[in-house]
Each structure stands twice: as structure tokens, then as C-alpha cells.
């Protein structure tokens, strides 16, 4: 968790880099949720009351856009990709396996914080299909199989 | 001015005007849910389509937007415009089951609900018109409700579905409601909307509470008028 | 960097970029787009400079994009004086001192490039240059020429011109290829009017799926009122199985550039904007650098080449969503908010960006215009089919052989994008569709295999070009599961705004998820066509009036498949797992004990050496019996 005093500081430099622009919302929350792994409500209200900017127009943008995220992610965000060329390789097979090895389900956080298991709409690397990214790495022609050795490699 | 046919109608109307406000104008009913005089439309609700020819092309287009246009030709009535009606009504009833504003309305336009589509219990009422939102935001300029998410998670409420610190409690959003989704429940010198309960002004001349403590004040802020001015209820003003 | 403020100025440019290309001493060039990184390049490019380094060799090492057969990464060309460029494909870290060694001896033994290349083509310039002064020496001729694999053969480069031929780094070698010299003409040379003529007569058609003609939108814009315009380039490229628009922007970001301010001139714009997806970091990062350049130059910013005109450019980041590659949610995101479409009926390029005439093209057409300037209309117009000009840019993916990015002139009949150059079905398989258009598009069957793959046929087959995914599937692909994939992709993306779309997608999915699960009714398929019909009247944006195509396209060219699913209870492609049952052939098990180990639930049993047998009750159907099975033994029915 980060402290208020990390969040203001945060915000205050990220909306300076902006000039406070009301039109750079999308780029100032994505500075902030880059800074802070998330968005904290508290970060959201203190763009709002800094900016001038009703809170629900902010809570509106950071709800409506798929990157953001208003609860903490894991150490990793594990995606896994259903872009067509992966589905039609056997994609979704990949998120079973996912969701039951580290017994989430797509869209959760394990218990340990580790990993955050998301689905991605296509990845564009569709000649590697089926792809998952974990951080950044891609980890191309994957097959259910191959998952837990290559899960075994993040710490 | 332009000059257009509506339902075999030949009609004039001033330029700029919607193909809804003309028809309307001239008795010709055309449902709607997420219109309203006092904010600006957005068409999201489709039931207003029409179908306008425009020289060779015919398409269907929602008449709350669509300004008018010499010489085209409008239908408000054809097989196209209904078939969007139908499966527009015939979603929202499965959204909100509950609706009778919905269920009157289908009657009237002799739509059943489609047995195919399982009923959601958790939509409430709301249609997600976003007149309430319009209102708040537009109208009042308080912005204490907001839309939320996208898609089918998409909804209507208070940031993080929290007690809103700014709305006023002044209604408006459930005024305008056409659903009755939203609810204001008043006992005397109370008023509970949105989670949050407002202490009523009463009236120094007849005692009646007519407005909330916190809306008086903000007009008082936003106008300049001092709150003793304000406490005089309309009817006694 | 110094300022280019004349055509002088361009030209010492262009030749300090000609030596860059094609250099006097030997350089490697890796391949180092976002999938040539995913397959490894980074660590190719990071042992290759070790080893570089190590030996004290006098190499140059540099950084192109993606050339197009994404298959075959990572790839790097190597380019020595007076030899052809070669291409070794696959590269390993392990590789690398093998290929340093046939460098330094200067013959090529081990190691087999995949092919050569014996001269580069300026399309811009309309030149092509030799690597090889004379004929090519006798062990070289035994590497397939470029020209010579089918990949390749019947490709034709234009909006990816540069991409994996310059490094996407420097600004000189873009203008060695021609880059700038357009923008020249068109700002010294010529009146905005003229640029709008020459790029209507070209017939260029928005290559983001509209197929709307450019020209005539630049002109609408022109004309509209308002003293402040924009120009927009739309690098939101959401269809799943696309990437053309992000092979440019990382590998030719200049091209794109270059593009905008020519028609941001024509137009009267001087502000640009370009939108890029939330997933491609590496174009955006490409394309801030370019800007950088391009400002340093003076190609952006007051009185460009001298003539007065002004012009800035900036980057917006799309934040994850796919509705805002529509252009009024696109514009609403740019202005800060959350990007919902609202009606057209009042054009964007009259009210547009906080409400002024704004105009909005893609990549891969903003791409184009720096060609058709320098080369003409006539030109561009030679290339194609009727109403059809140029080329059009395609991602060949799925179950093909050649997975990649390609080039061909409209028109080409998509036999040969399949089968030639695409090299046919893997495995044996026999081909069952190919989808085009990314989720507003449609599955085309073997039928139309013949089918002239350009903007108008494509559309009347009811599919639609779109930005250029092509997704081929085979007898492994279920059609039924294809439409439910594309519908479930638009419930999370739509907006929400409009009740048919919100509500109605939905309820689609709701209806194929129960026929793939087994539990489809009669009339639920007459019911999807009718919900068909009132989404393409009745929603509010093209996310929504074409979100039924995927159901509509399969229904028409499919519905065999449908009725198996709904009335037989039978999945033929066998993917629909409600609808399966796995099972072991006794003729085929080895009784090897692999699957045992592998099942996650383990109901297989079965004795070594003995056919194993698969607990119905057990089963989740995860098919990882079937993908490790190396006797193919696993029955899926």
C-alpha cells in the first residue's frame, strides 16, 4: 500500500508534467497507475480536487478504459491472449489451465499477490500464437503443458 | 425553413430542428425514453428511430438527432422502424422486468417480451438513459452521479458507489427518471437519496420543508443570493 | 541535427542516409519489431554487438522492422560491399558466432541465410539500387533470391516500403528513400488544391476498413468552416489478428509523418494528432522519436520548407479500448474523456475534435501519400483492380505455413494470398474460412477461394476488408465457436451507450454460448437472424450495426454447422466441449503413459504398454491428452 503522502507527491508532479491539462485525463491516470501499479481511490479524488475536475468524470474514464485498474495487481500480470490467431490455436484451453493452476479466475489476484490473471484482446504477436505474456515477458507457441514450468520461473 | 414529407405529411419546419420536435409538433407520436427538453440528446436509447429517405438512400436514423432537411421523406412507421422497436422494448423489458413504465409502454405499441431472453434481476429499473446523469451535470452542475464501466457492466451511480460529498439532494436526477428507477424517499424534515440523508429547509412564511438545506446553499454560493432570501418556499414568494 | 530548410539542405541528407543504407563496410540488421523482439531478437542483437565487440570487428550493427514474415524471426540481413544482402532466418544468441565467422571469410558454408537480396528498390524515387555491381559470385547464386520465394514473389511494398529495409532510428535514412522529398514538392510545388486532386485521381480508399475515398474527404474538410482544423491519424488498431498499422509505425514512423503534414497542408490543418493504441508501446515510443527529428528538421513546426505553413504533431494514448478505433469515440478520448461514439449524422470533418472539421485517416493510408505525391496518381492508379487502387497491407495469420505481414495489389485472388503466398493449410488440414475485417468483417468458405480480394467484393460476399486481418481457419475450426468469439469480444468491448448493442449483443452471446453448450433451442438460430437485422438498423455506432456480421457471415456460408450444434447436439469441428467426449483408439495407444502423466485430473488409467482408458466422469475435456499424444491416438468425436 502507498502511503498518502507517496500518492499526493505522485499526482502533483504527474499533473505538473501536464500543465494541468483537463484534456490529458487519459495520459495523467495512465502516469499515475504506471507510478503506483493501480489506481487508489485516494490518487483519483486528489487529481479531482487538484485539477478542478469532477470526480465522477475521472472515475468515469478510469472505469470505462480496460487498462486501468482500481484495485492493486500482482507482482506479475500474467495475460493471456485471445486475439483470433491465439483462439484459434487454443487459447482458451491455456486460460482454463491458468485459472485452475493458480486458482483464480481471469481478472483476479492470487492470494500471495504474485499474479494478476487478465485476457488480452490480441497482442498482435499472432504469428508466435498461442501467446501469453507474464511482465513483459511474451512467451510464444505455448501449449497447457508448458505452463506450470514457466510459472515456476517467476518469483 | 424547409419543406418535407413525414408519414405522407407535407410539412415545414424552421432549419436545425430534429425530426422528432417537427413530428411531434405535428401529432405524430414517436416513443421515447432518453429525450427530454431540458438536456441535450444523446440517442441511446433507439426507440425514437425513423427511416428518411434522402435522395436515392433510405436509412434509418434515431429523430431525436437527425436535423431536418429539405426534401426528404420520413417515415415514421415502416416495417424497419418497428422491427428496431420491438427488439429495443423487447431487451429492456428482460433489463428491467420489473418496469411497469416499460410494460405499459410495450402494451401500447402491442410488443410481448421475448420469451428467449432469461429476465435480470439486478438492473433495477433503469434503462441507462443517462438523463439523470445529463441533469446533474448539465442542469444542476453538481455532478454527484456519473455513468460507470462500459458495456454490459455499464451503470449509473456515485463514484466507487460511495455517499456522494456534492450532491445536494435536490432530485432532479429523479425527476427527470423515466423509469422511476431512482428514488427520493422524504419524511418531513428529511430527504434520502443516493444513500444520503438531507435535512430540509422549511418555509418562513408557510413551515412547509421544500428544499434541502445543502441546495439552498449552493444556489446561495453559485448566485450570489444570500441564504435569507432563499427560504421563502415558491408558492409563498 | 540540423535544420532542412532547402531542397539542398535534403539532398545532403538523403546522401549521408544513402551511405547508411547501403554502407561501405559490413552491417547487420536485426529485425527488431514487437514480434521479432517476442521471438527473441534483443538477445540476437545483444550477443551479436558481444560478439562484435569481442572479435574488434569493424561492423556496423542497426535496427529495422519487421520485413513481413513474422515465421521466420528473428531474422537479421547481413550487407557487405558488393554482395547481396542475406537474410539468415531464425537466429539463435548461438548462432551468432557462426555467422560473424562466414562474414569474416566472406563465404557462406553452415549456416544457410533463407534468401538473398541483390538490389533495394527507392519506390519513392523510382530507382532500384545494386548491392552487386556484376554478376553475383557462384556460391551466393545457391541462396533463393528474394524474388524467387513464394512469400514474397507476388508481394508488392508500398505503405511498407521501408519497414525491415531502414533503420526506423534515423531520419537520414528515411529521406535516402525518398522520405521528405514529397512533403518538398507538395510545400514548394504545389497548391493544397492540387495535392487534393492529385489524391482523389489516385483513388485512394481509407484503408481502415471503410474504403471511403481519401481525397474526397480531405476536400469536405477543406471546405468546412473554421479557421482551426485537424488531421488525425487513427493508429488504434483493435481487430484482434492485425498488426500492419503497428509494423509501420514502429518500423516506418516517418512514412505516416510525412503523410499528415502533406495532407494537413492540403486540408488547411495545423494541428495533428496521432492516436495509438495502449498496447504498442514501441510504436508509440518510434514514433515520439520520429516527431523529434522531424521537429529538429523543421519538417514540424512554423514556415516548413519556407512556405509559410505551419504544423504540430502530437501523440495520444489509447487506454484499452477497442470502440475508440471508431472515429467519434476516437476524437471523444482524444478530448479527455471516456471514448463514446455519438451520431454522425453531422460529419466529423465539419464537427469533428472539439467540435472543429477534422480529418481522419489511418496508418496505412497516411502511409500511402507521400508515395502517390512523388510518383502521381497515374502511378498509383496502374497498380490494383478498378475502383481499387494500390495495394493493401494484410496480416496472414492462423493455420497457415507462412504466418506474416503482407503487401499485394488489390485485387489478387485470395487463392493466391492462401495458397502461394501464404503456403497453404499446416498438418495436411484441409482450408475451412478465412475471416477478414476483424470483428465487423465476415468468414469467407472455400467457395469464394477465387474471390478478388478487394474493398467491393469483399463487402458483397458480406465480409469487409477492415484494417487487414485475415484469420484462416481449418477443418479444426468451428464456426459456431468463431461467431460466439467475435460476439463475446464485442460484449466487452461495446460502449454501453446504445440499448441494441449494450443489450442486444448480450443476449446474442447468451444464445450461441447455450448452442455451444448444447443447450441451443429451435428458432434460436431464426432468432439471431432477426436480432441480426435489428442491430444493423437500430445501433448507434459501426461497432454495433456490424457486430452481427460474424453470425450473419457464418449463418449464410455455414449453417450446417449450426443446426449440428443446435439440433444433433454435436460439435463437427469438435471444439465445443459440452458437445465432445475424448476417448482412446485401441488400434492407435501404444500404452505409453504419457497422457496418464500429463491429465490434470487424472482419469486416464490404463497398464504400460496397454491401451489406456479415459474416465468419462472425470474428463474436463482440457484436450491436453490430444496435444501430447504422439500417436495421435486421442479421438475427439
Redesign the interface.
Given at each position: 500500500m502507498k502511503t498518502m503522502k507517496t500518492i499526493e507527491k505522485t499526482v502533483k508532479d504527474i499533473i505538473k508534467k501536464y500543465d494541468g491539462?483537463?484534456?490529458?485525463?487519459?495520459?495523467i491516470?495512465?502516469d499515475v497507475q504506471e507510478e503506483l501499479r493501480y489506481l487508489p481511490k485516494e490518487a483519483l479524488t486528489s487529481i479531482s480536487k487538484k485539477m478542478e475536475v469532477p470526480l465522477t468524470?475521472i472515475y468515469?474514464?478510469a472505469t470505462?478504459?480496460?487498462?486501468?485498474s482500481l484495485k492493486p495487481r500482482g507482482k506479475y500480470l500474467v495475460e493471456v491472449c485471445?486475439?483470433?490467431?491465439c483462439?484459434?490455436?487454443?487459447a482458451s484451453?491455456l486460460m482454463?489451465?491458468m485459472e485452475?493452476d493458480l486458482g483464480v479466475d481471469c481478472g483476479e489476484t492470487t492470494e500471495d499477490k504474485m499474479f494478476t490473471l487478465e485476457e488480452?484482446?490480441?497482442?498482435?504477436?499472432?504469428?508466435?500464437?498461442p501467446?501469453v505474456r507474464i511482465g513483459a515477458d511474451?512467451h510464444?507457441h505455448l501449449?497447457?503443458?508448458e505452463l506450470p514450468k514457466i510459472m515456476r520461473n517467476y518469483k | 425553413m424547409v419543406n418535407f414529407i413525414i408519414d405522407g405529411k407535407k410539412v415545414e419546419a424552421e432549419e436545425g430542428k430534429t425530426v422528432l420536435q417537427v413530428a411531434r409538433a405535428n401529432n405524430i407520436g414517436i416513443p421515447t425514453l432518453c429525450c427530454h427538453e431540458s438536456v441535450a440528446p444523446?440517442?441511446?436509447?433507439?426507440l425514437c428511430?425513423v427511416e428518411v429517405k434522402k435522395g436515392k438512400r433510405t436509412r434509418?436514423?434515431?429523430s431525436c438527432?437527425?436535423?431536418v432537411d429539405e426534401g426528404i421523406v420520413v417515415d415514421t412507421k415502416s416495417e424497419?422502424v418497428k422491427?428496431?422497436r420491438?427488439?429495443?422494448m423487447q431487451?429492456?423489458m428482460?433489463?428491467c422486468p420489473e418496469s411497469d413504465v416499460l410494460k405499459d409502454m410495450a402494451k401500447e405499441m402491442g410488443i410481448e417480451p421475448?420469451p428467449?431472453?432469461?429476465p435480470e434481476t439486478d438492473k433495477g429499473k433503469c434503462?441507462?438513459c443517462r438523463l439523470c446523469v445529463k441533469a446533474c451535470e448539465d442542469v444542476v452542475g453538481v455532478s454527484a452521479i456519473g455513468?460507470i464501466?462500459?458495456?454490459?457492466?455499464?451503470a449509473v451511480g456515485t463514484p466507487f458507489s460511495e455517499d456522494s460529498m456534492v450532491c445536494i439532494g435536490c432530485g432532479a436526477c429523479a425527476y427527470i427518471c423515466p423509469t422511476e428507477h431512482i428514488v427520493m424517499e422524504s419524511f418531513g424534515t428529511k430527504r434520502k437519496i443516493w444513500g444520503r440523508t438531507f435535512k430540509m429547509q422549511a418555509c418562513d412564511k408557510c413551515g412547509r420543508y421544500f428544499a434541502p438545506v445543502d441546495q439552498l446553499k449552493f444556489i446561495s454560493q453559485k448566485t450570489g443570493t444570500t441564504m435569507s432570501d432563499l427560504v421563502t418556499c415558491i408558492s409563498c414568494k | 541535427m540540423s535544420k532542412i530548410n532547402t531542397l539542398e539542405d535534403l539532398n545532403k541528407a538523403k546522401k549521408r542516409g544513402l551511405e547508411a543504407i547501403i554502407p561501405s563496410k559490413t552491417k547487420i540488421m536485426v529485425g527488431m519489431g514487437?514480434?521479432g523482439?517476442?521471438?527473441g531478437a534483443q538477445q540476437v542483437y545483444d550477443a551479436l554487438a558481444g560478439e562484435i565487440k569481442k572479435r574488434k570487428l569493424d561492423i556496423i550493427l542497426s535496427k529495422t522492422g519487421a520485413m513481413g514474415m513474422?515465421?521466420i524471426?528473428p531474422l537479421i540481413d547481413v550487407m557487405q560491399p558488393n554482395k547481396p544482402r542475406l537474410a539468415y532466418s531464425k537466429m539463435t544468441a548461438k548462432k551468432v558466432p557462426e555467422v560473424l565467422d562466414q562474414i569474416v571469410k566472406g563465404a557462406v558454408d553452415g549456416v544457410k541465410p533463407a534468401y538473398r537480396m541483390d538490389e533495394e528498390d527507392f519506390i519513392c524515387l523510382d530507382e532500384k539500387k545494386p548491392y552487386v555491381k556484376g554478376p553475383v559470385s557462384k556460391d551466393q547464386k545457391d541462396i533463393p533470391a528474394i524474388g524467387s520465394v513464394n512469400f514474397y514473389k507476388k508481394q508488392l511494398k508500398l505503405a511498407t516500403r521501408n519497414c525491415g529495409m531502414i533503420n526506423f532510428e534515423s531520419i537520414d535514412e528515411y529521406i535516402a528513400k525518398g522520405g521528405y522529398f514529397s512533403l518538398y514538392k507538395a510545400l514548394t510545388k504545389m497548391k493544397p488544391e492540387q495535392i487534393i486532386e492529385e489524391v482523389k485521381a489516385s483513388g485512394l480508399r481509407g484503408r481502415g476498413g471503410g474504403g471511403f475515398p481519401a481525397g474526397v474527404k480531405w476536400e469536405t474538410c477543406r471546405r468546412a468552416h473554421g479557421d482551426i482544423k485537424y488531421v488525425i491519424c487513427n493508429g488504434d488498431?483493435?481487430?484482434?489478428?492485425?498488426?500492419m498499422d503497428?509494423s509501420v509505425m514502429e518500423g516506418d514512423p516517418h512514412s505516416v509523418i510525412e503523410g499528415m503534414i502533406i495532407g494537413a497542408y492540403a486540408i488547411g490543418a495545423s494541428q495533428g494528432f496521432i492516436y495509438v493504441r495502449?498496447?504498442?508501446p514501441l510504436a508509440v515510443a518510434n514514433l515520439q522519436r520520429a516527431i523529434g527529428q522531424a521537429r529538429e528538421c523543421g519538417f514540424i513546426g512554423k514556415n516548413i520548407f519556407g512556405s509559410g505553413f505551419d504544423f504540430d504533431l502530437k501523440i495520444?494514448?489509447?487506454?484499452?479500448?477497442?470502440?475508440c478505433g471508431e472515429s467519434t469515440a476516437l476524437m471523444t478520448?482524444?478530448?479527455?474523456?471516456?471514448?463514446e461514439p455519438?451520431?454522425k449524422?453531422?460529419h466529423t470533418v465539419e464537427h469533428g475534435l472539439w467540435d472543429r472539421p477534422s480529418n481522419l485517416n489511418n496508418v496505412e493510408t497516411w502511409a500511402n501519400v507521400p508515395a502517390i505525391i512523388s510518383r502521381g496518381a497515374k502511378w498509383f492508379t496502374s497498380i490494383g483492380c478498378k475502383n481499387n487502387s494500390g495495394t493493401k497491407v494484410f496480416?496472414l495469420?492462423?493455420?497457415i505455413n507462412n504466418?506474416?505481414m503482407v503487401e499485394v495489389p488489390m485485387g489478387m485472388p485470395l487463392k493466391d494470398i492462401i495458397y502461394e503466398i501464404g503456403g497453404g493449410i499446416p498438418g495436411g488440414k484441409k482450408f475451412k474460412a478465412v475471416?477478414t475485417g476483424?470483428p465487423s468483417g465476415g468468414c469467407l468458405p472455400i467457395d469464394l477461394i477465387n474471390i478478388s480480394v478487394d474493398f467491393d467484393a469483399l463487402w458483397e460476399a458480406g465480409s469487409m476488408m477492415g484494417s487487414g486481418?485475415m484469420?484462416v481457419?481449418d477443418e479444426t475450426?468451428c464456426m459456431v465457436d468463431?461467431a460466439r468469439?467475435f460476439i463475446d469480444?464485442l460484449?466487452?468491448?461495446?460502449?454501453?451507450?446504445?440499448?441494441?448493442c449494450?443489450?442486444?449483443v448480450?443476449?446474442m452471446n447468451?444464445?450461441l454460448n447455450d448452442i455451444c453448450a448444447g443447450k441451443g433451442?429451435e428458432?434460436?438460430i431464426e432468432?439471431l437472424e432477426?436480432?441480426s437485422?435489428?442491430?444493423v438498423?437500430?445501433?448507434?455506432c459501426a461497432l454495433g450495426s456490424t457486430a452481427a456480421n460474424p453470425i450473419l457471415s457464418t449463418l449464410k456460408y455455414f449453417r450446417n454447422e449450426y443446426v449440428a450444434h443446435v439440433r444433433d447436439k454435436k460439435c463437427p469441428a469438435g471444439v465445443c466441449k459440452a458437445l465432445i467426449r475424448f476417448s482412446v483408439s485401441e488400434e492407435k495407444c501404444t500404452g505409453c503413459g504419457v497422457c496418464l502423466k500429463?491429465c490434470?485430473t487424472e482419469c486416464i488409467s490404463g497398464e504400460k504398454k496397454k491401451t489406456h482408458v479415459i474416465d468419462q466422469t472425470k474428463c474436463?475435456k482440457?484436450?491436453?491428452c490430444k496435444?501430447?499424444c504422439k500417436f495421435d491416438a486421442i479421438i475427439v468425436e
Open positions: 491539462d483537463k484534456t490529458a485525463m487519459i495520459a491516470l495512465q468524470r468515469e474514464i470505462f478504459y480496460n487498462a486501468f485471445a486475439g483470433t490467431a483462439h484459434v490455436q487454443g484451453n482454463d489451465r485452475r488480452v484482446r490480441c497482442l498482435g504477436c499472432c504469428s508466435l500464437a501467446v511474451v510464444p501449449t497447457q503443458d | 444523446t440517442g441511446s436509447c433507439r428511430v434509418i436514423v434515431t438527432l437527425y436535423p424497419r422491427n428496431v420491438k427488439l429495443v431487451l429492456l428482460a433489463r421475448q428467449a431472453f432469461h434503462v441507462l455513468l464501466a462500459r458495456g454490459k457492466k455499464k | 514487437t514480434s523482439i517476442a521471438s513474422d515465421c524471426e488498431e483493435g481487430d484482434p489478428g492485425a498488426y503497428r495502449n498496447e504498442y495520444g494514448k489509447g487506454a484499452g479500448a477497442f470502440v478520448s482524444l478530448e479527455g474523456k471516456a471514448g455519438r451520431a449524422y453531422i496480416c495469420v492462423g493455420k504466418i506474416g475471416q476483424g486481418g484469420i481457419m475450426t468463431i468469439y469480444f460484449e466487452f468491448e461495446s460502449c454501453g451507450k446504445c440499448v441494441p449494450r443489450e442486444g448480450q443476449r447468451e444464445i433451442k428458432g434460436d432468432l432477426s436480432m437485422q435489428g442491430l438498423d437500430g445501433a448507434l500429463k490434470p474436463i482440457c484436450g491436453v496435444e501430447s
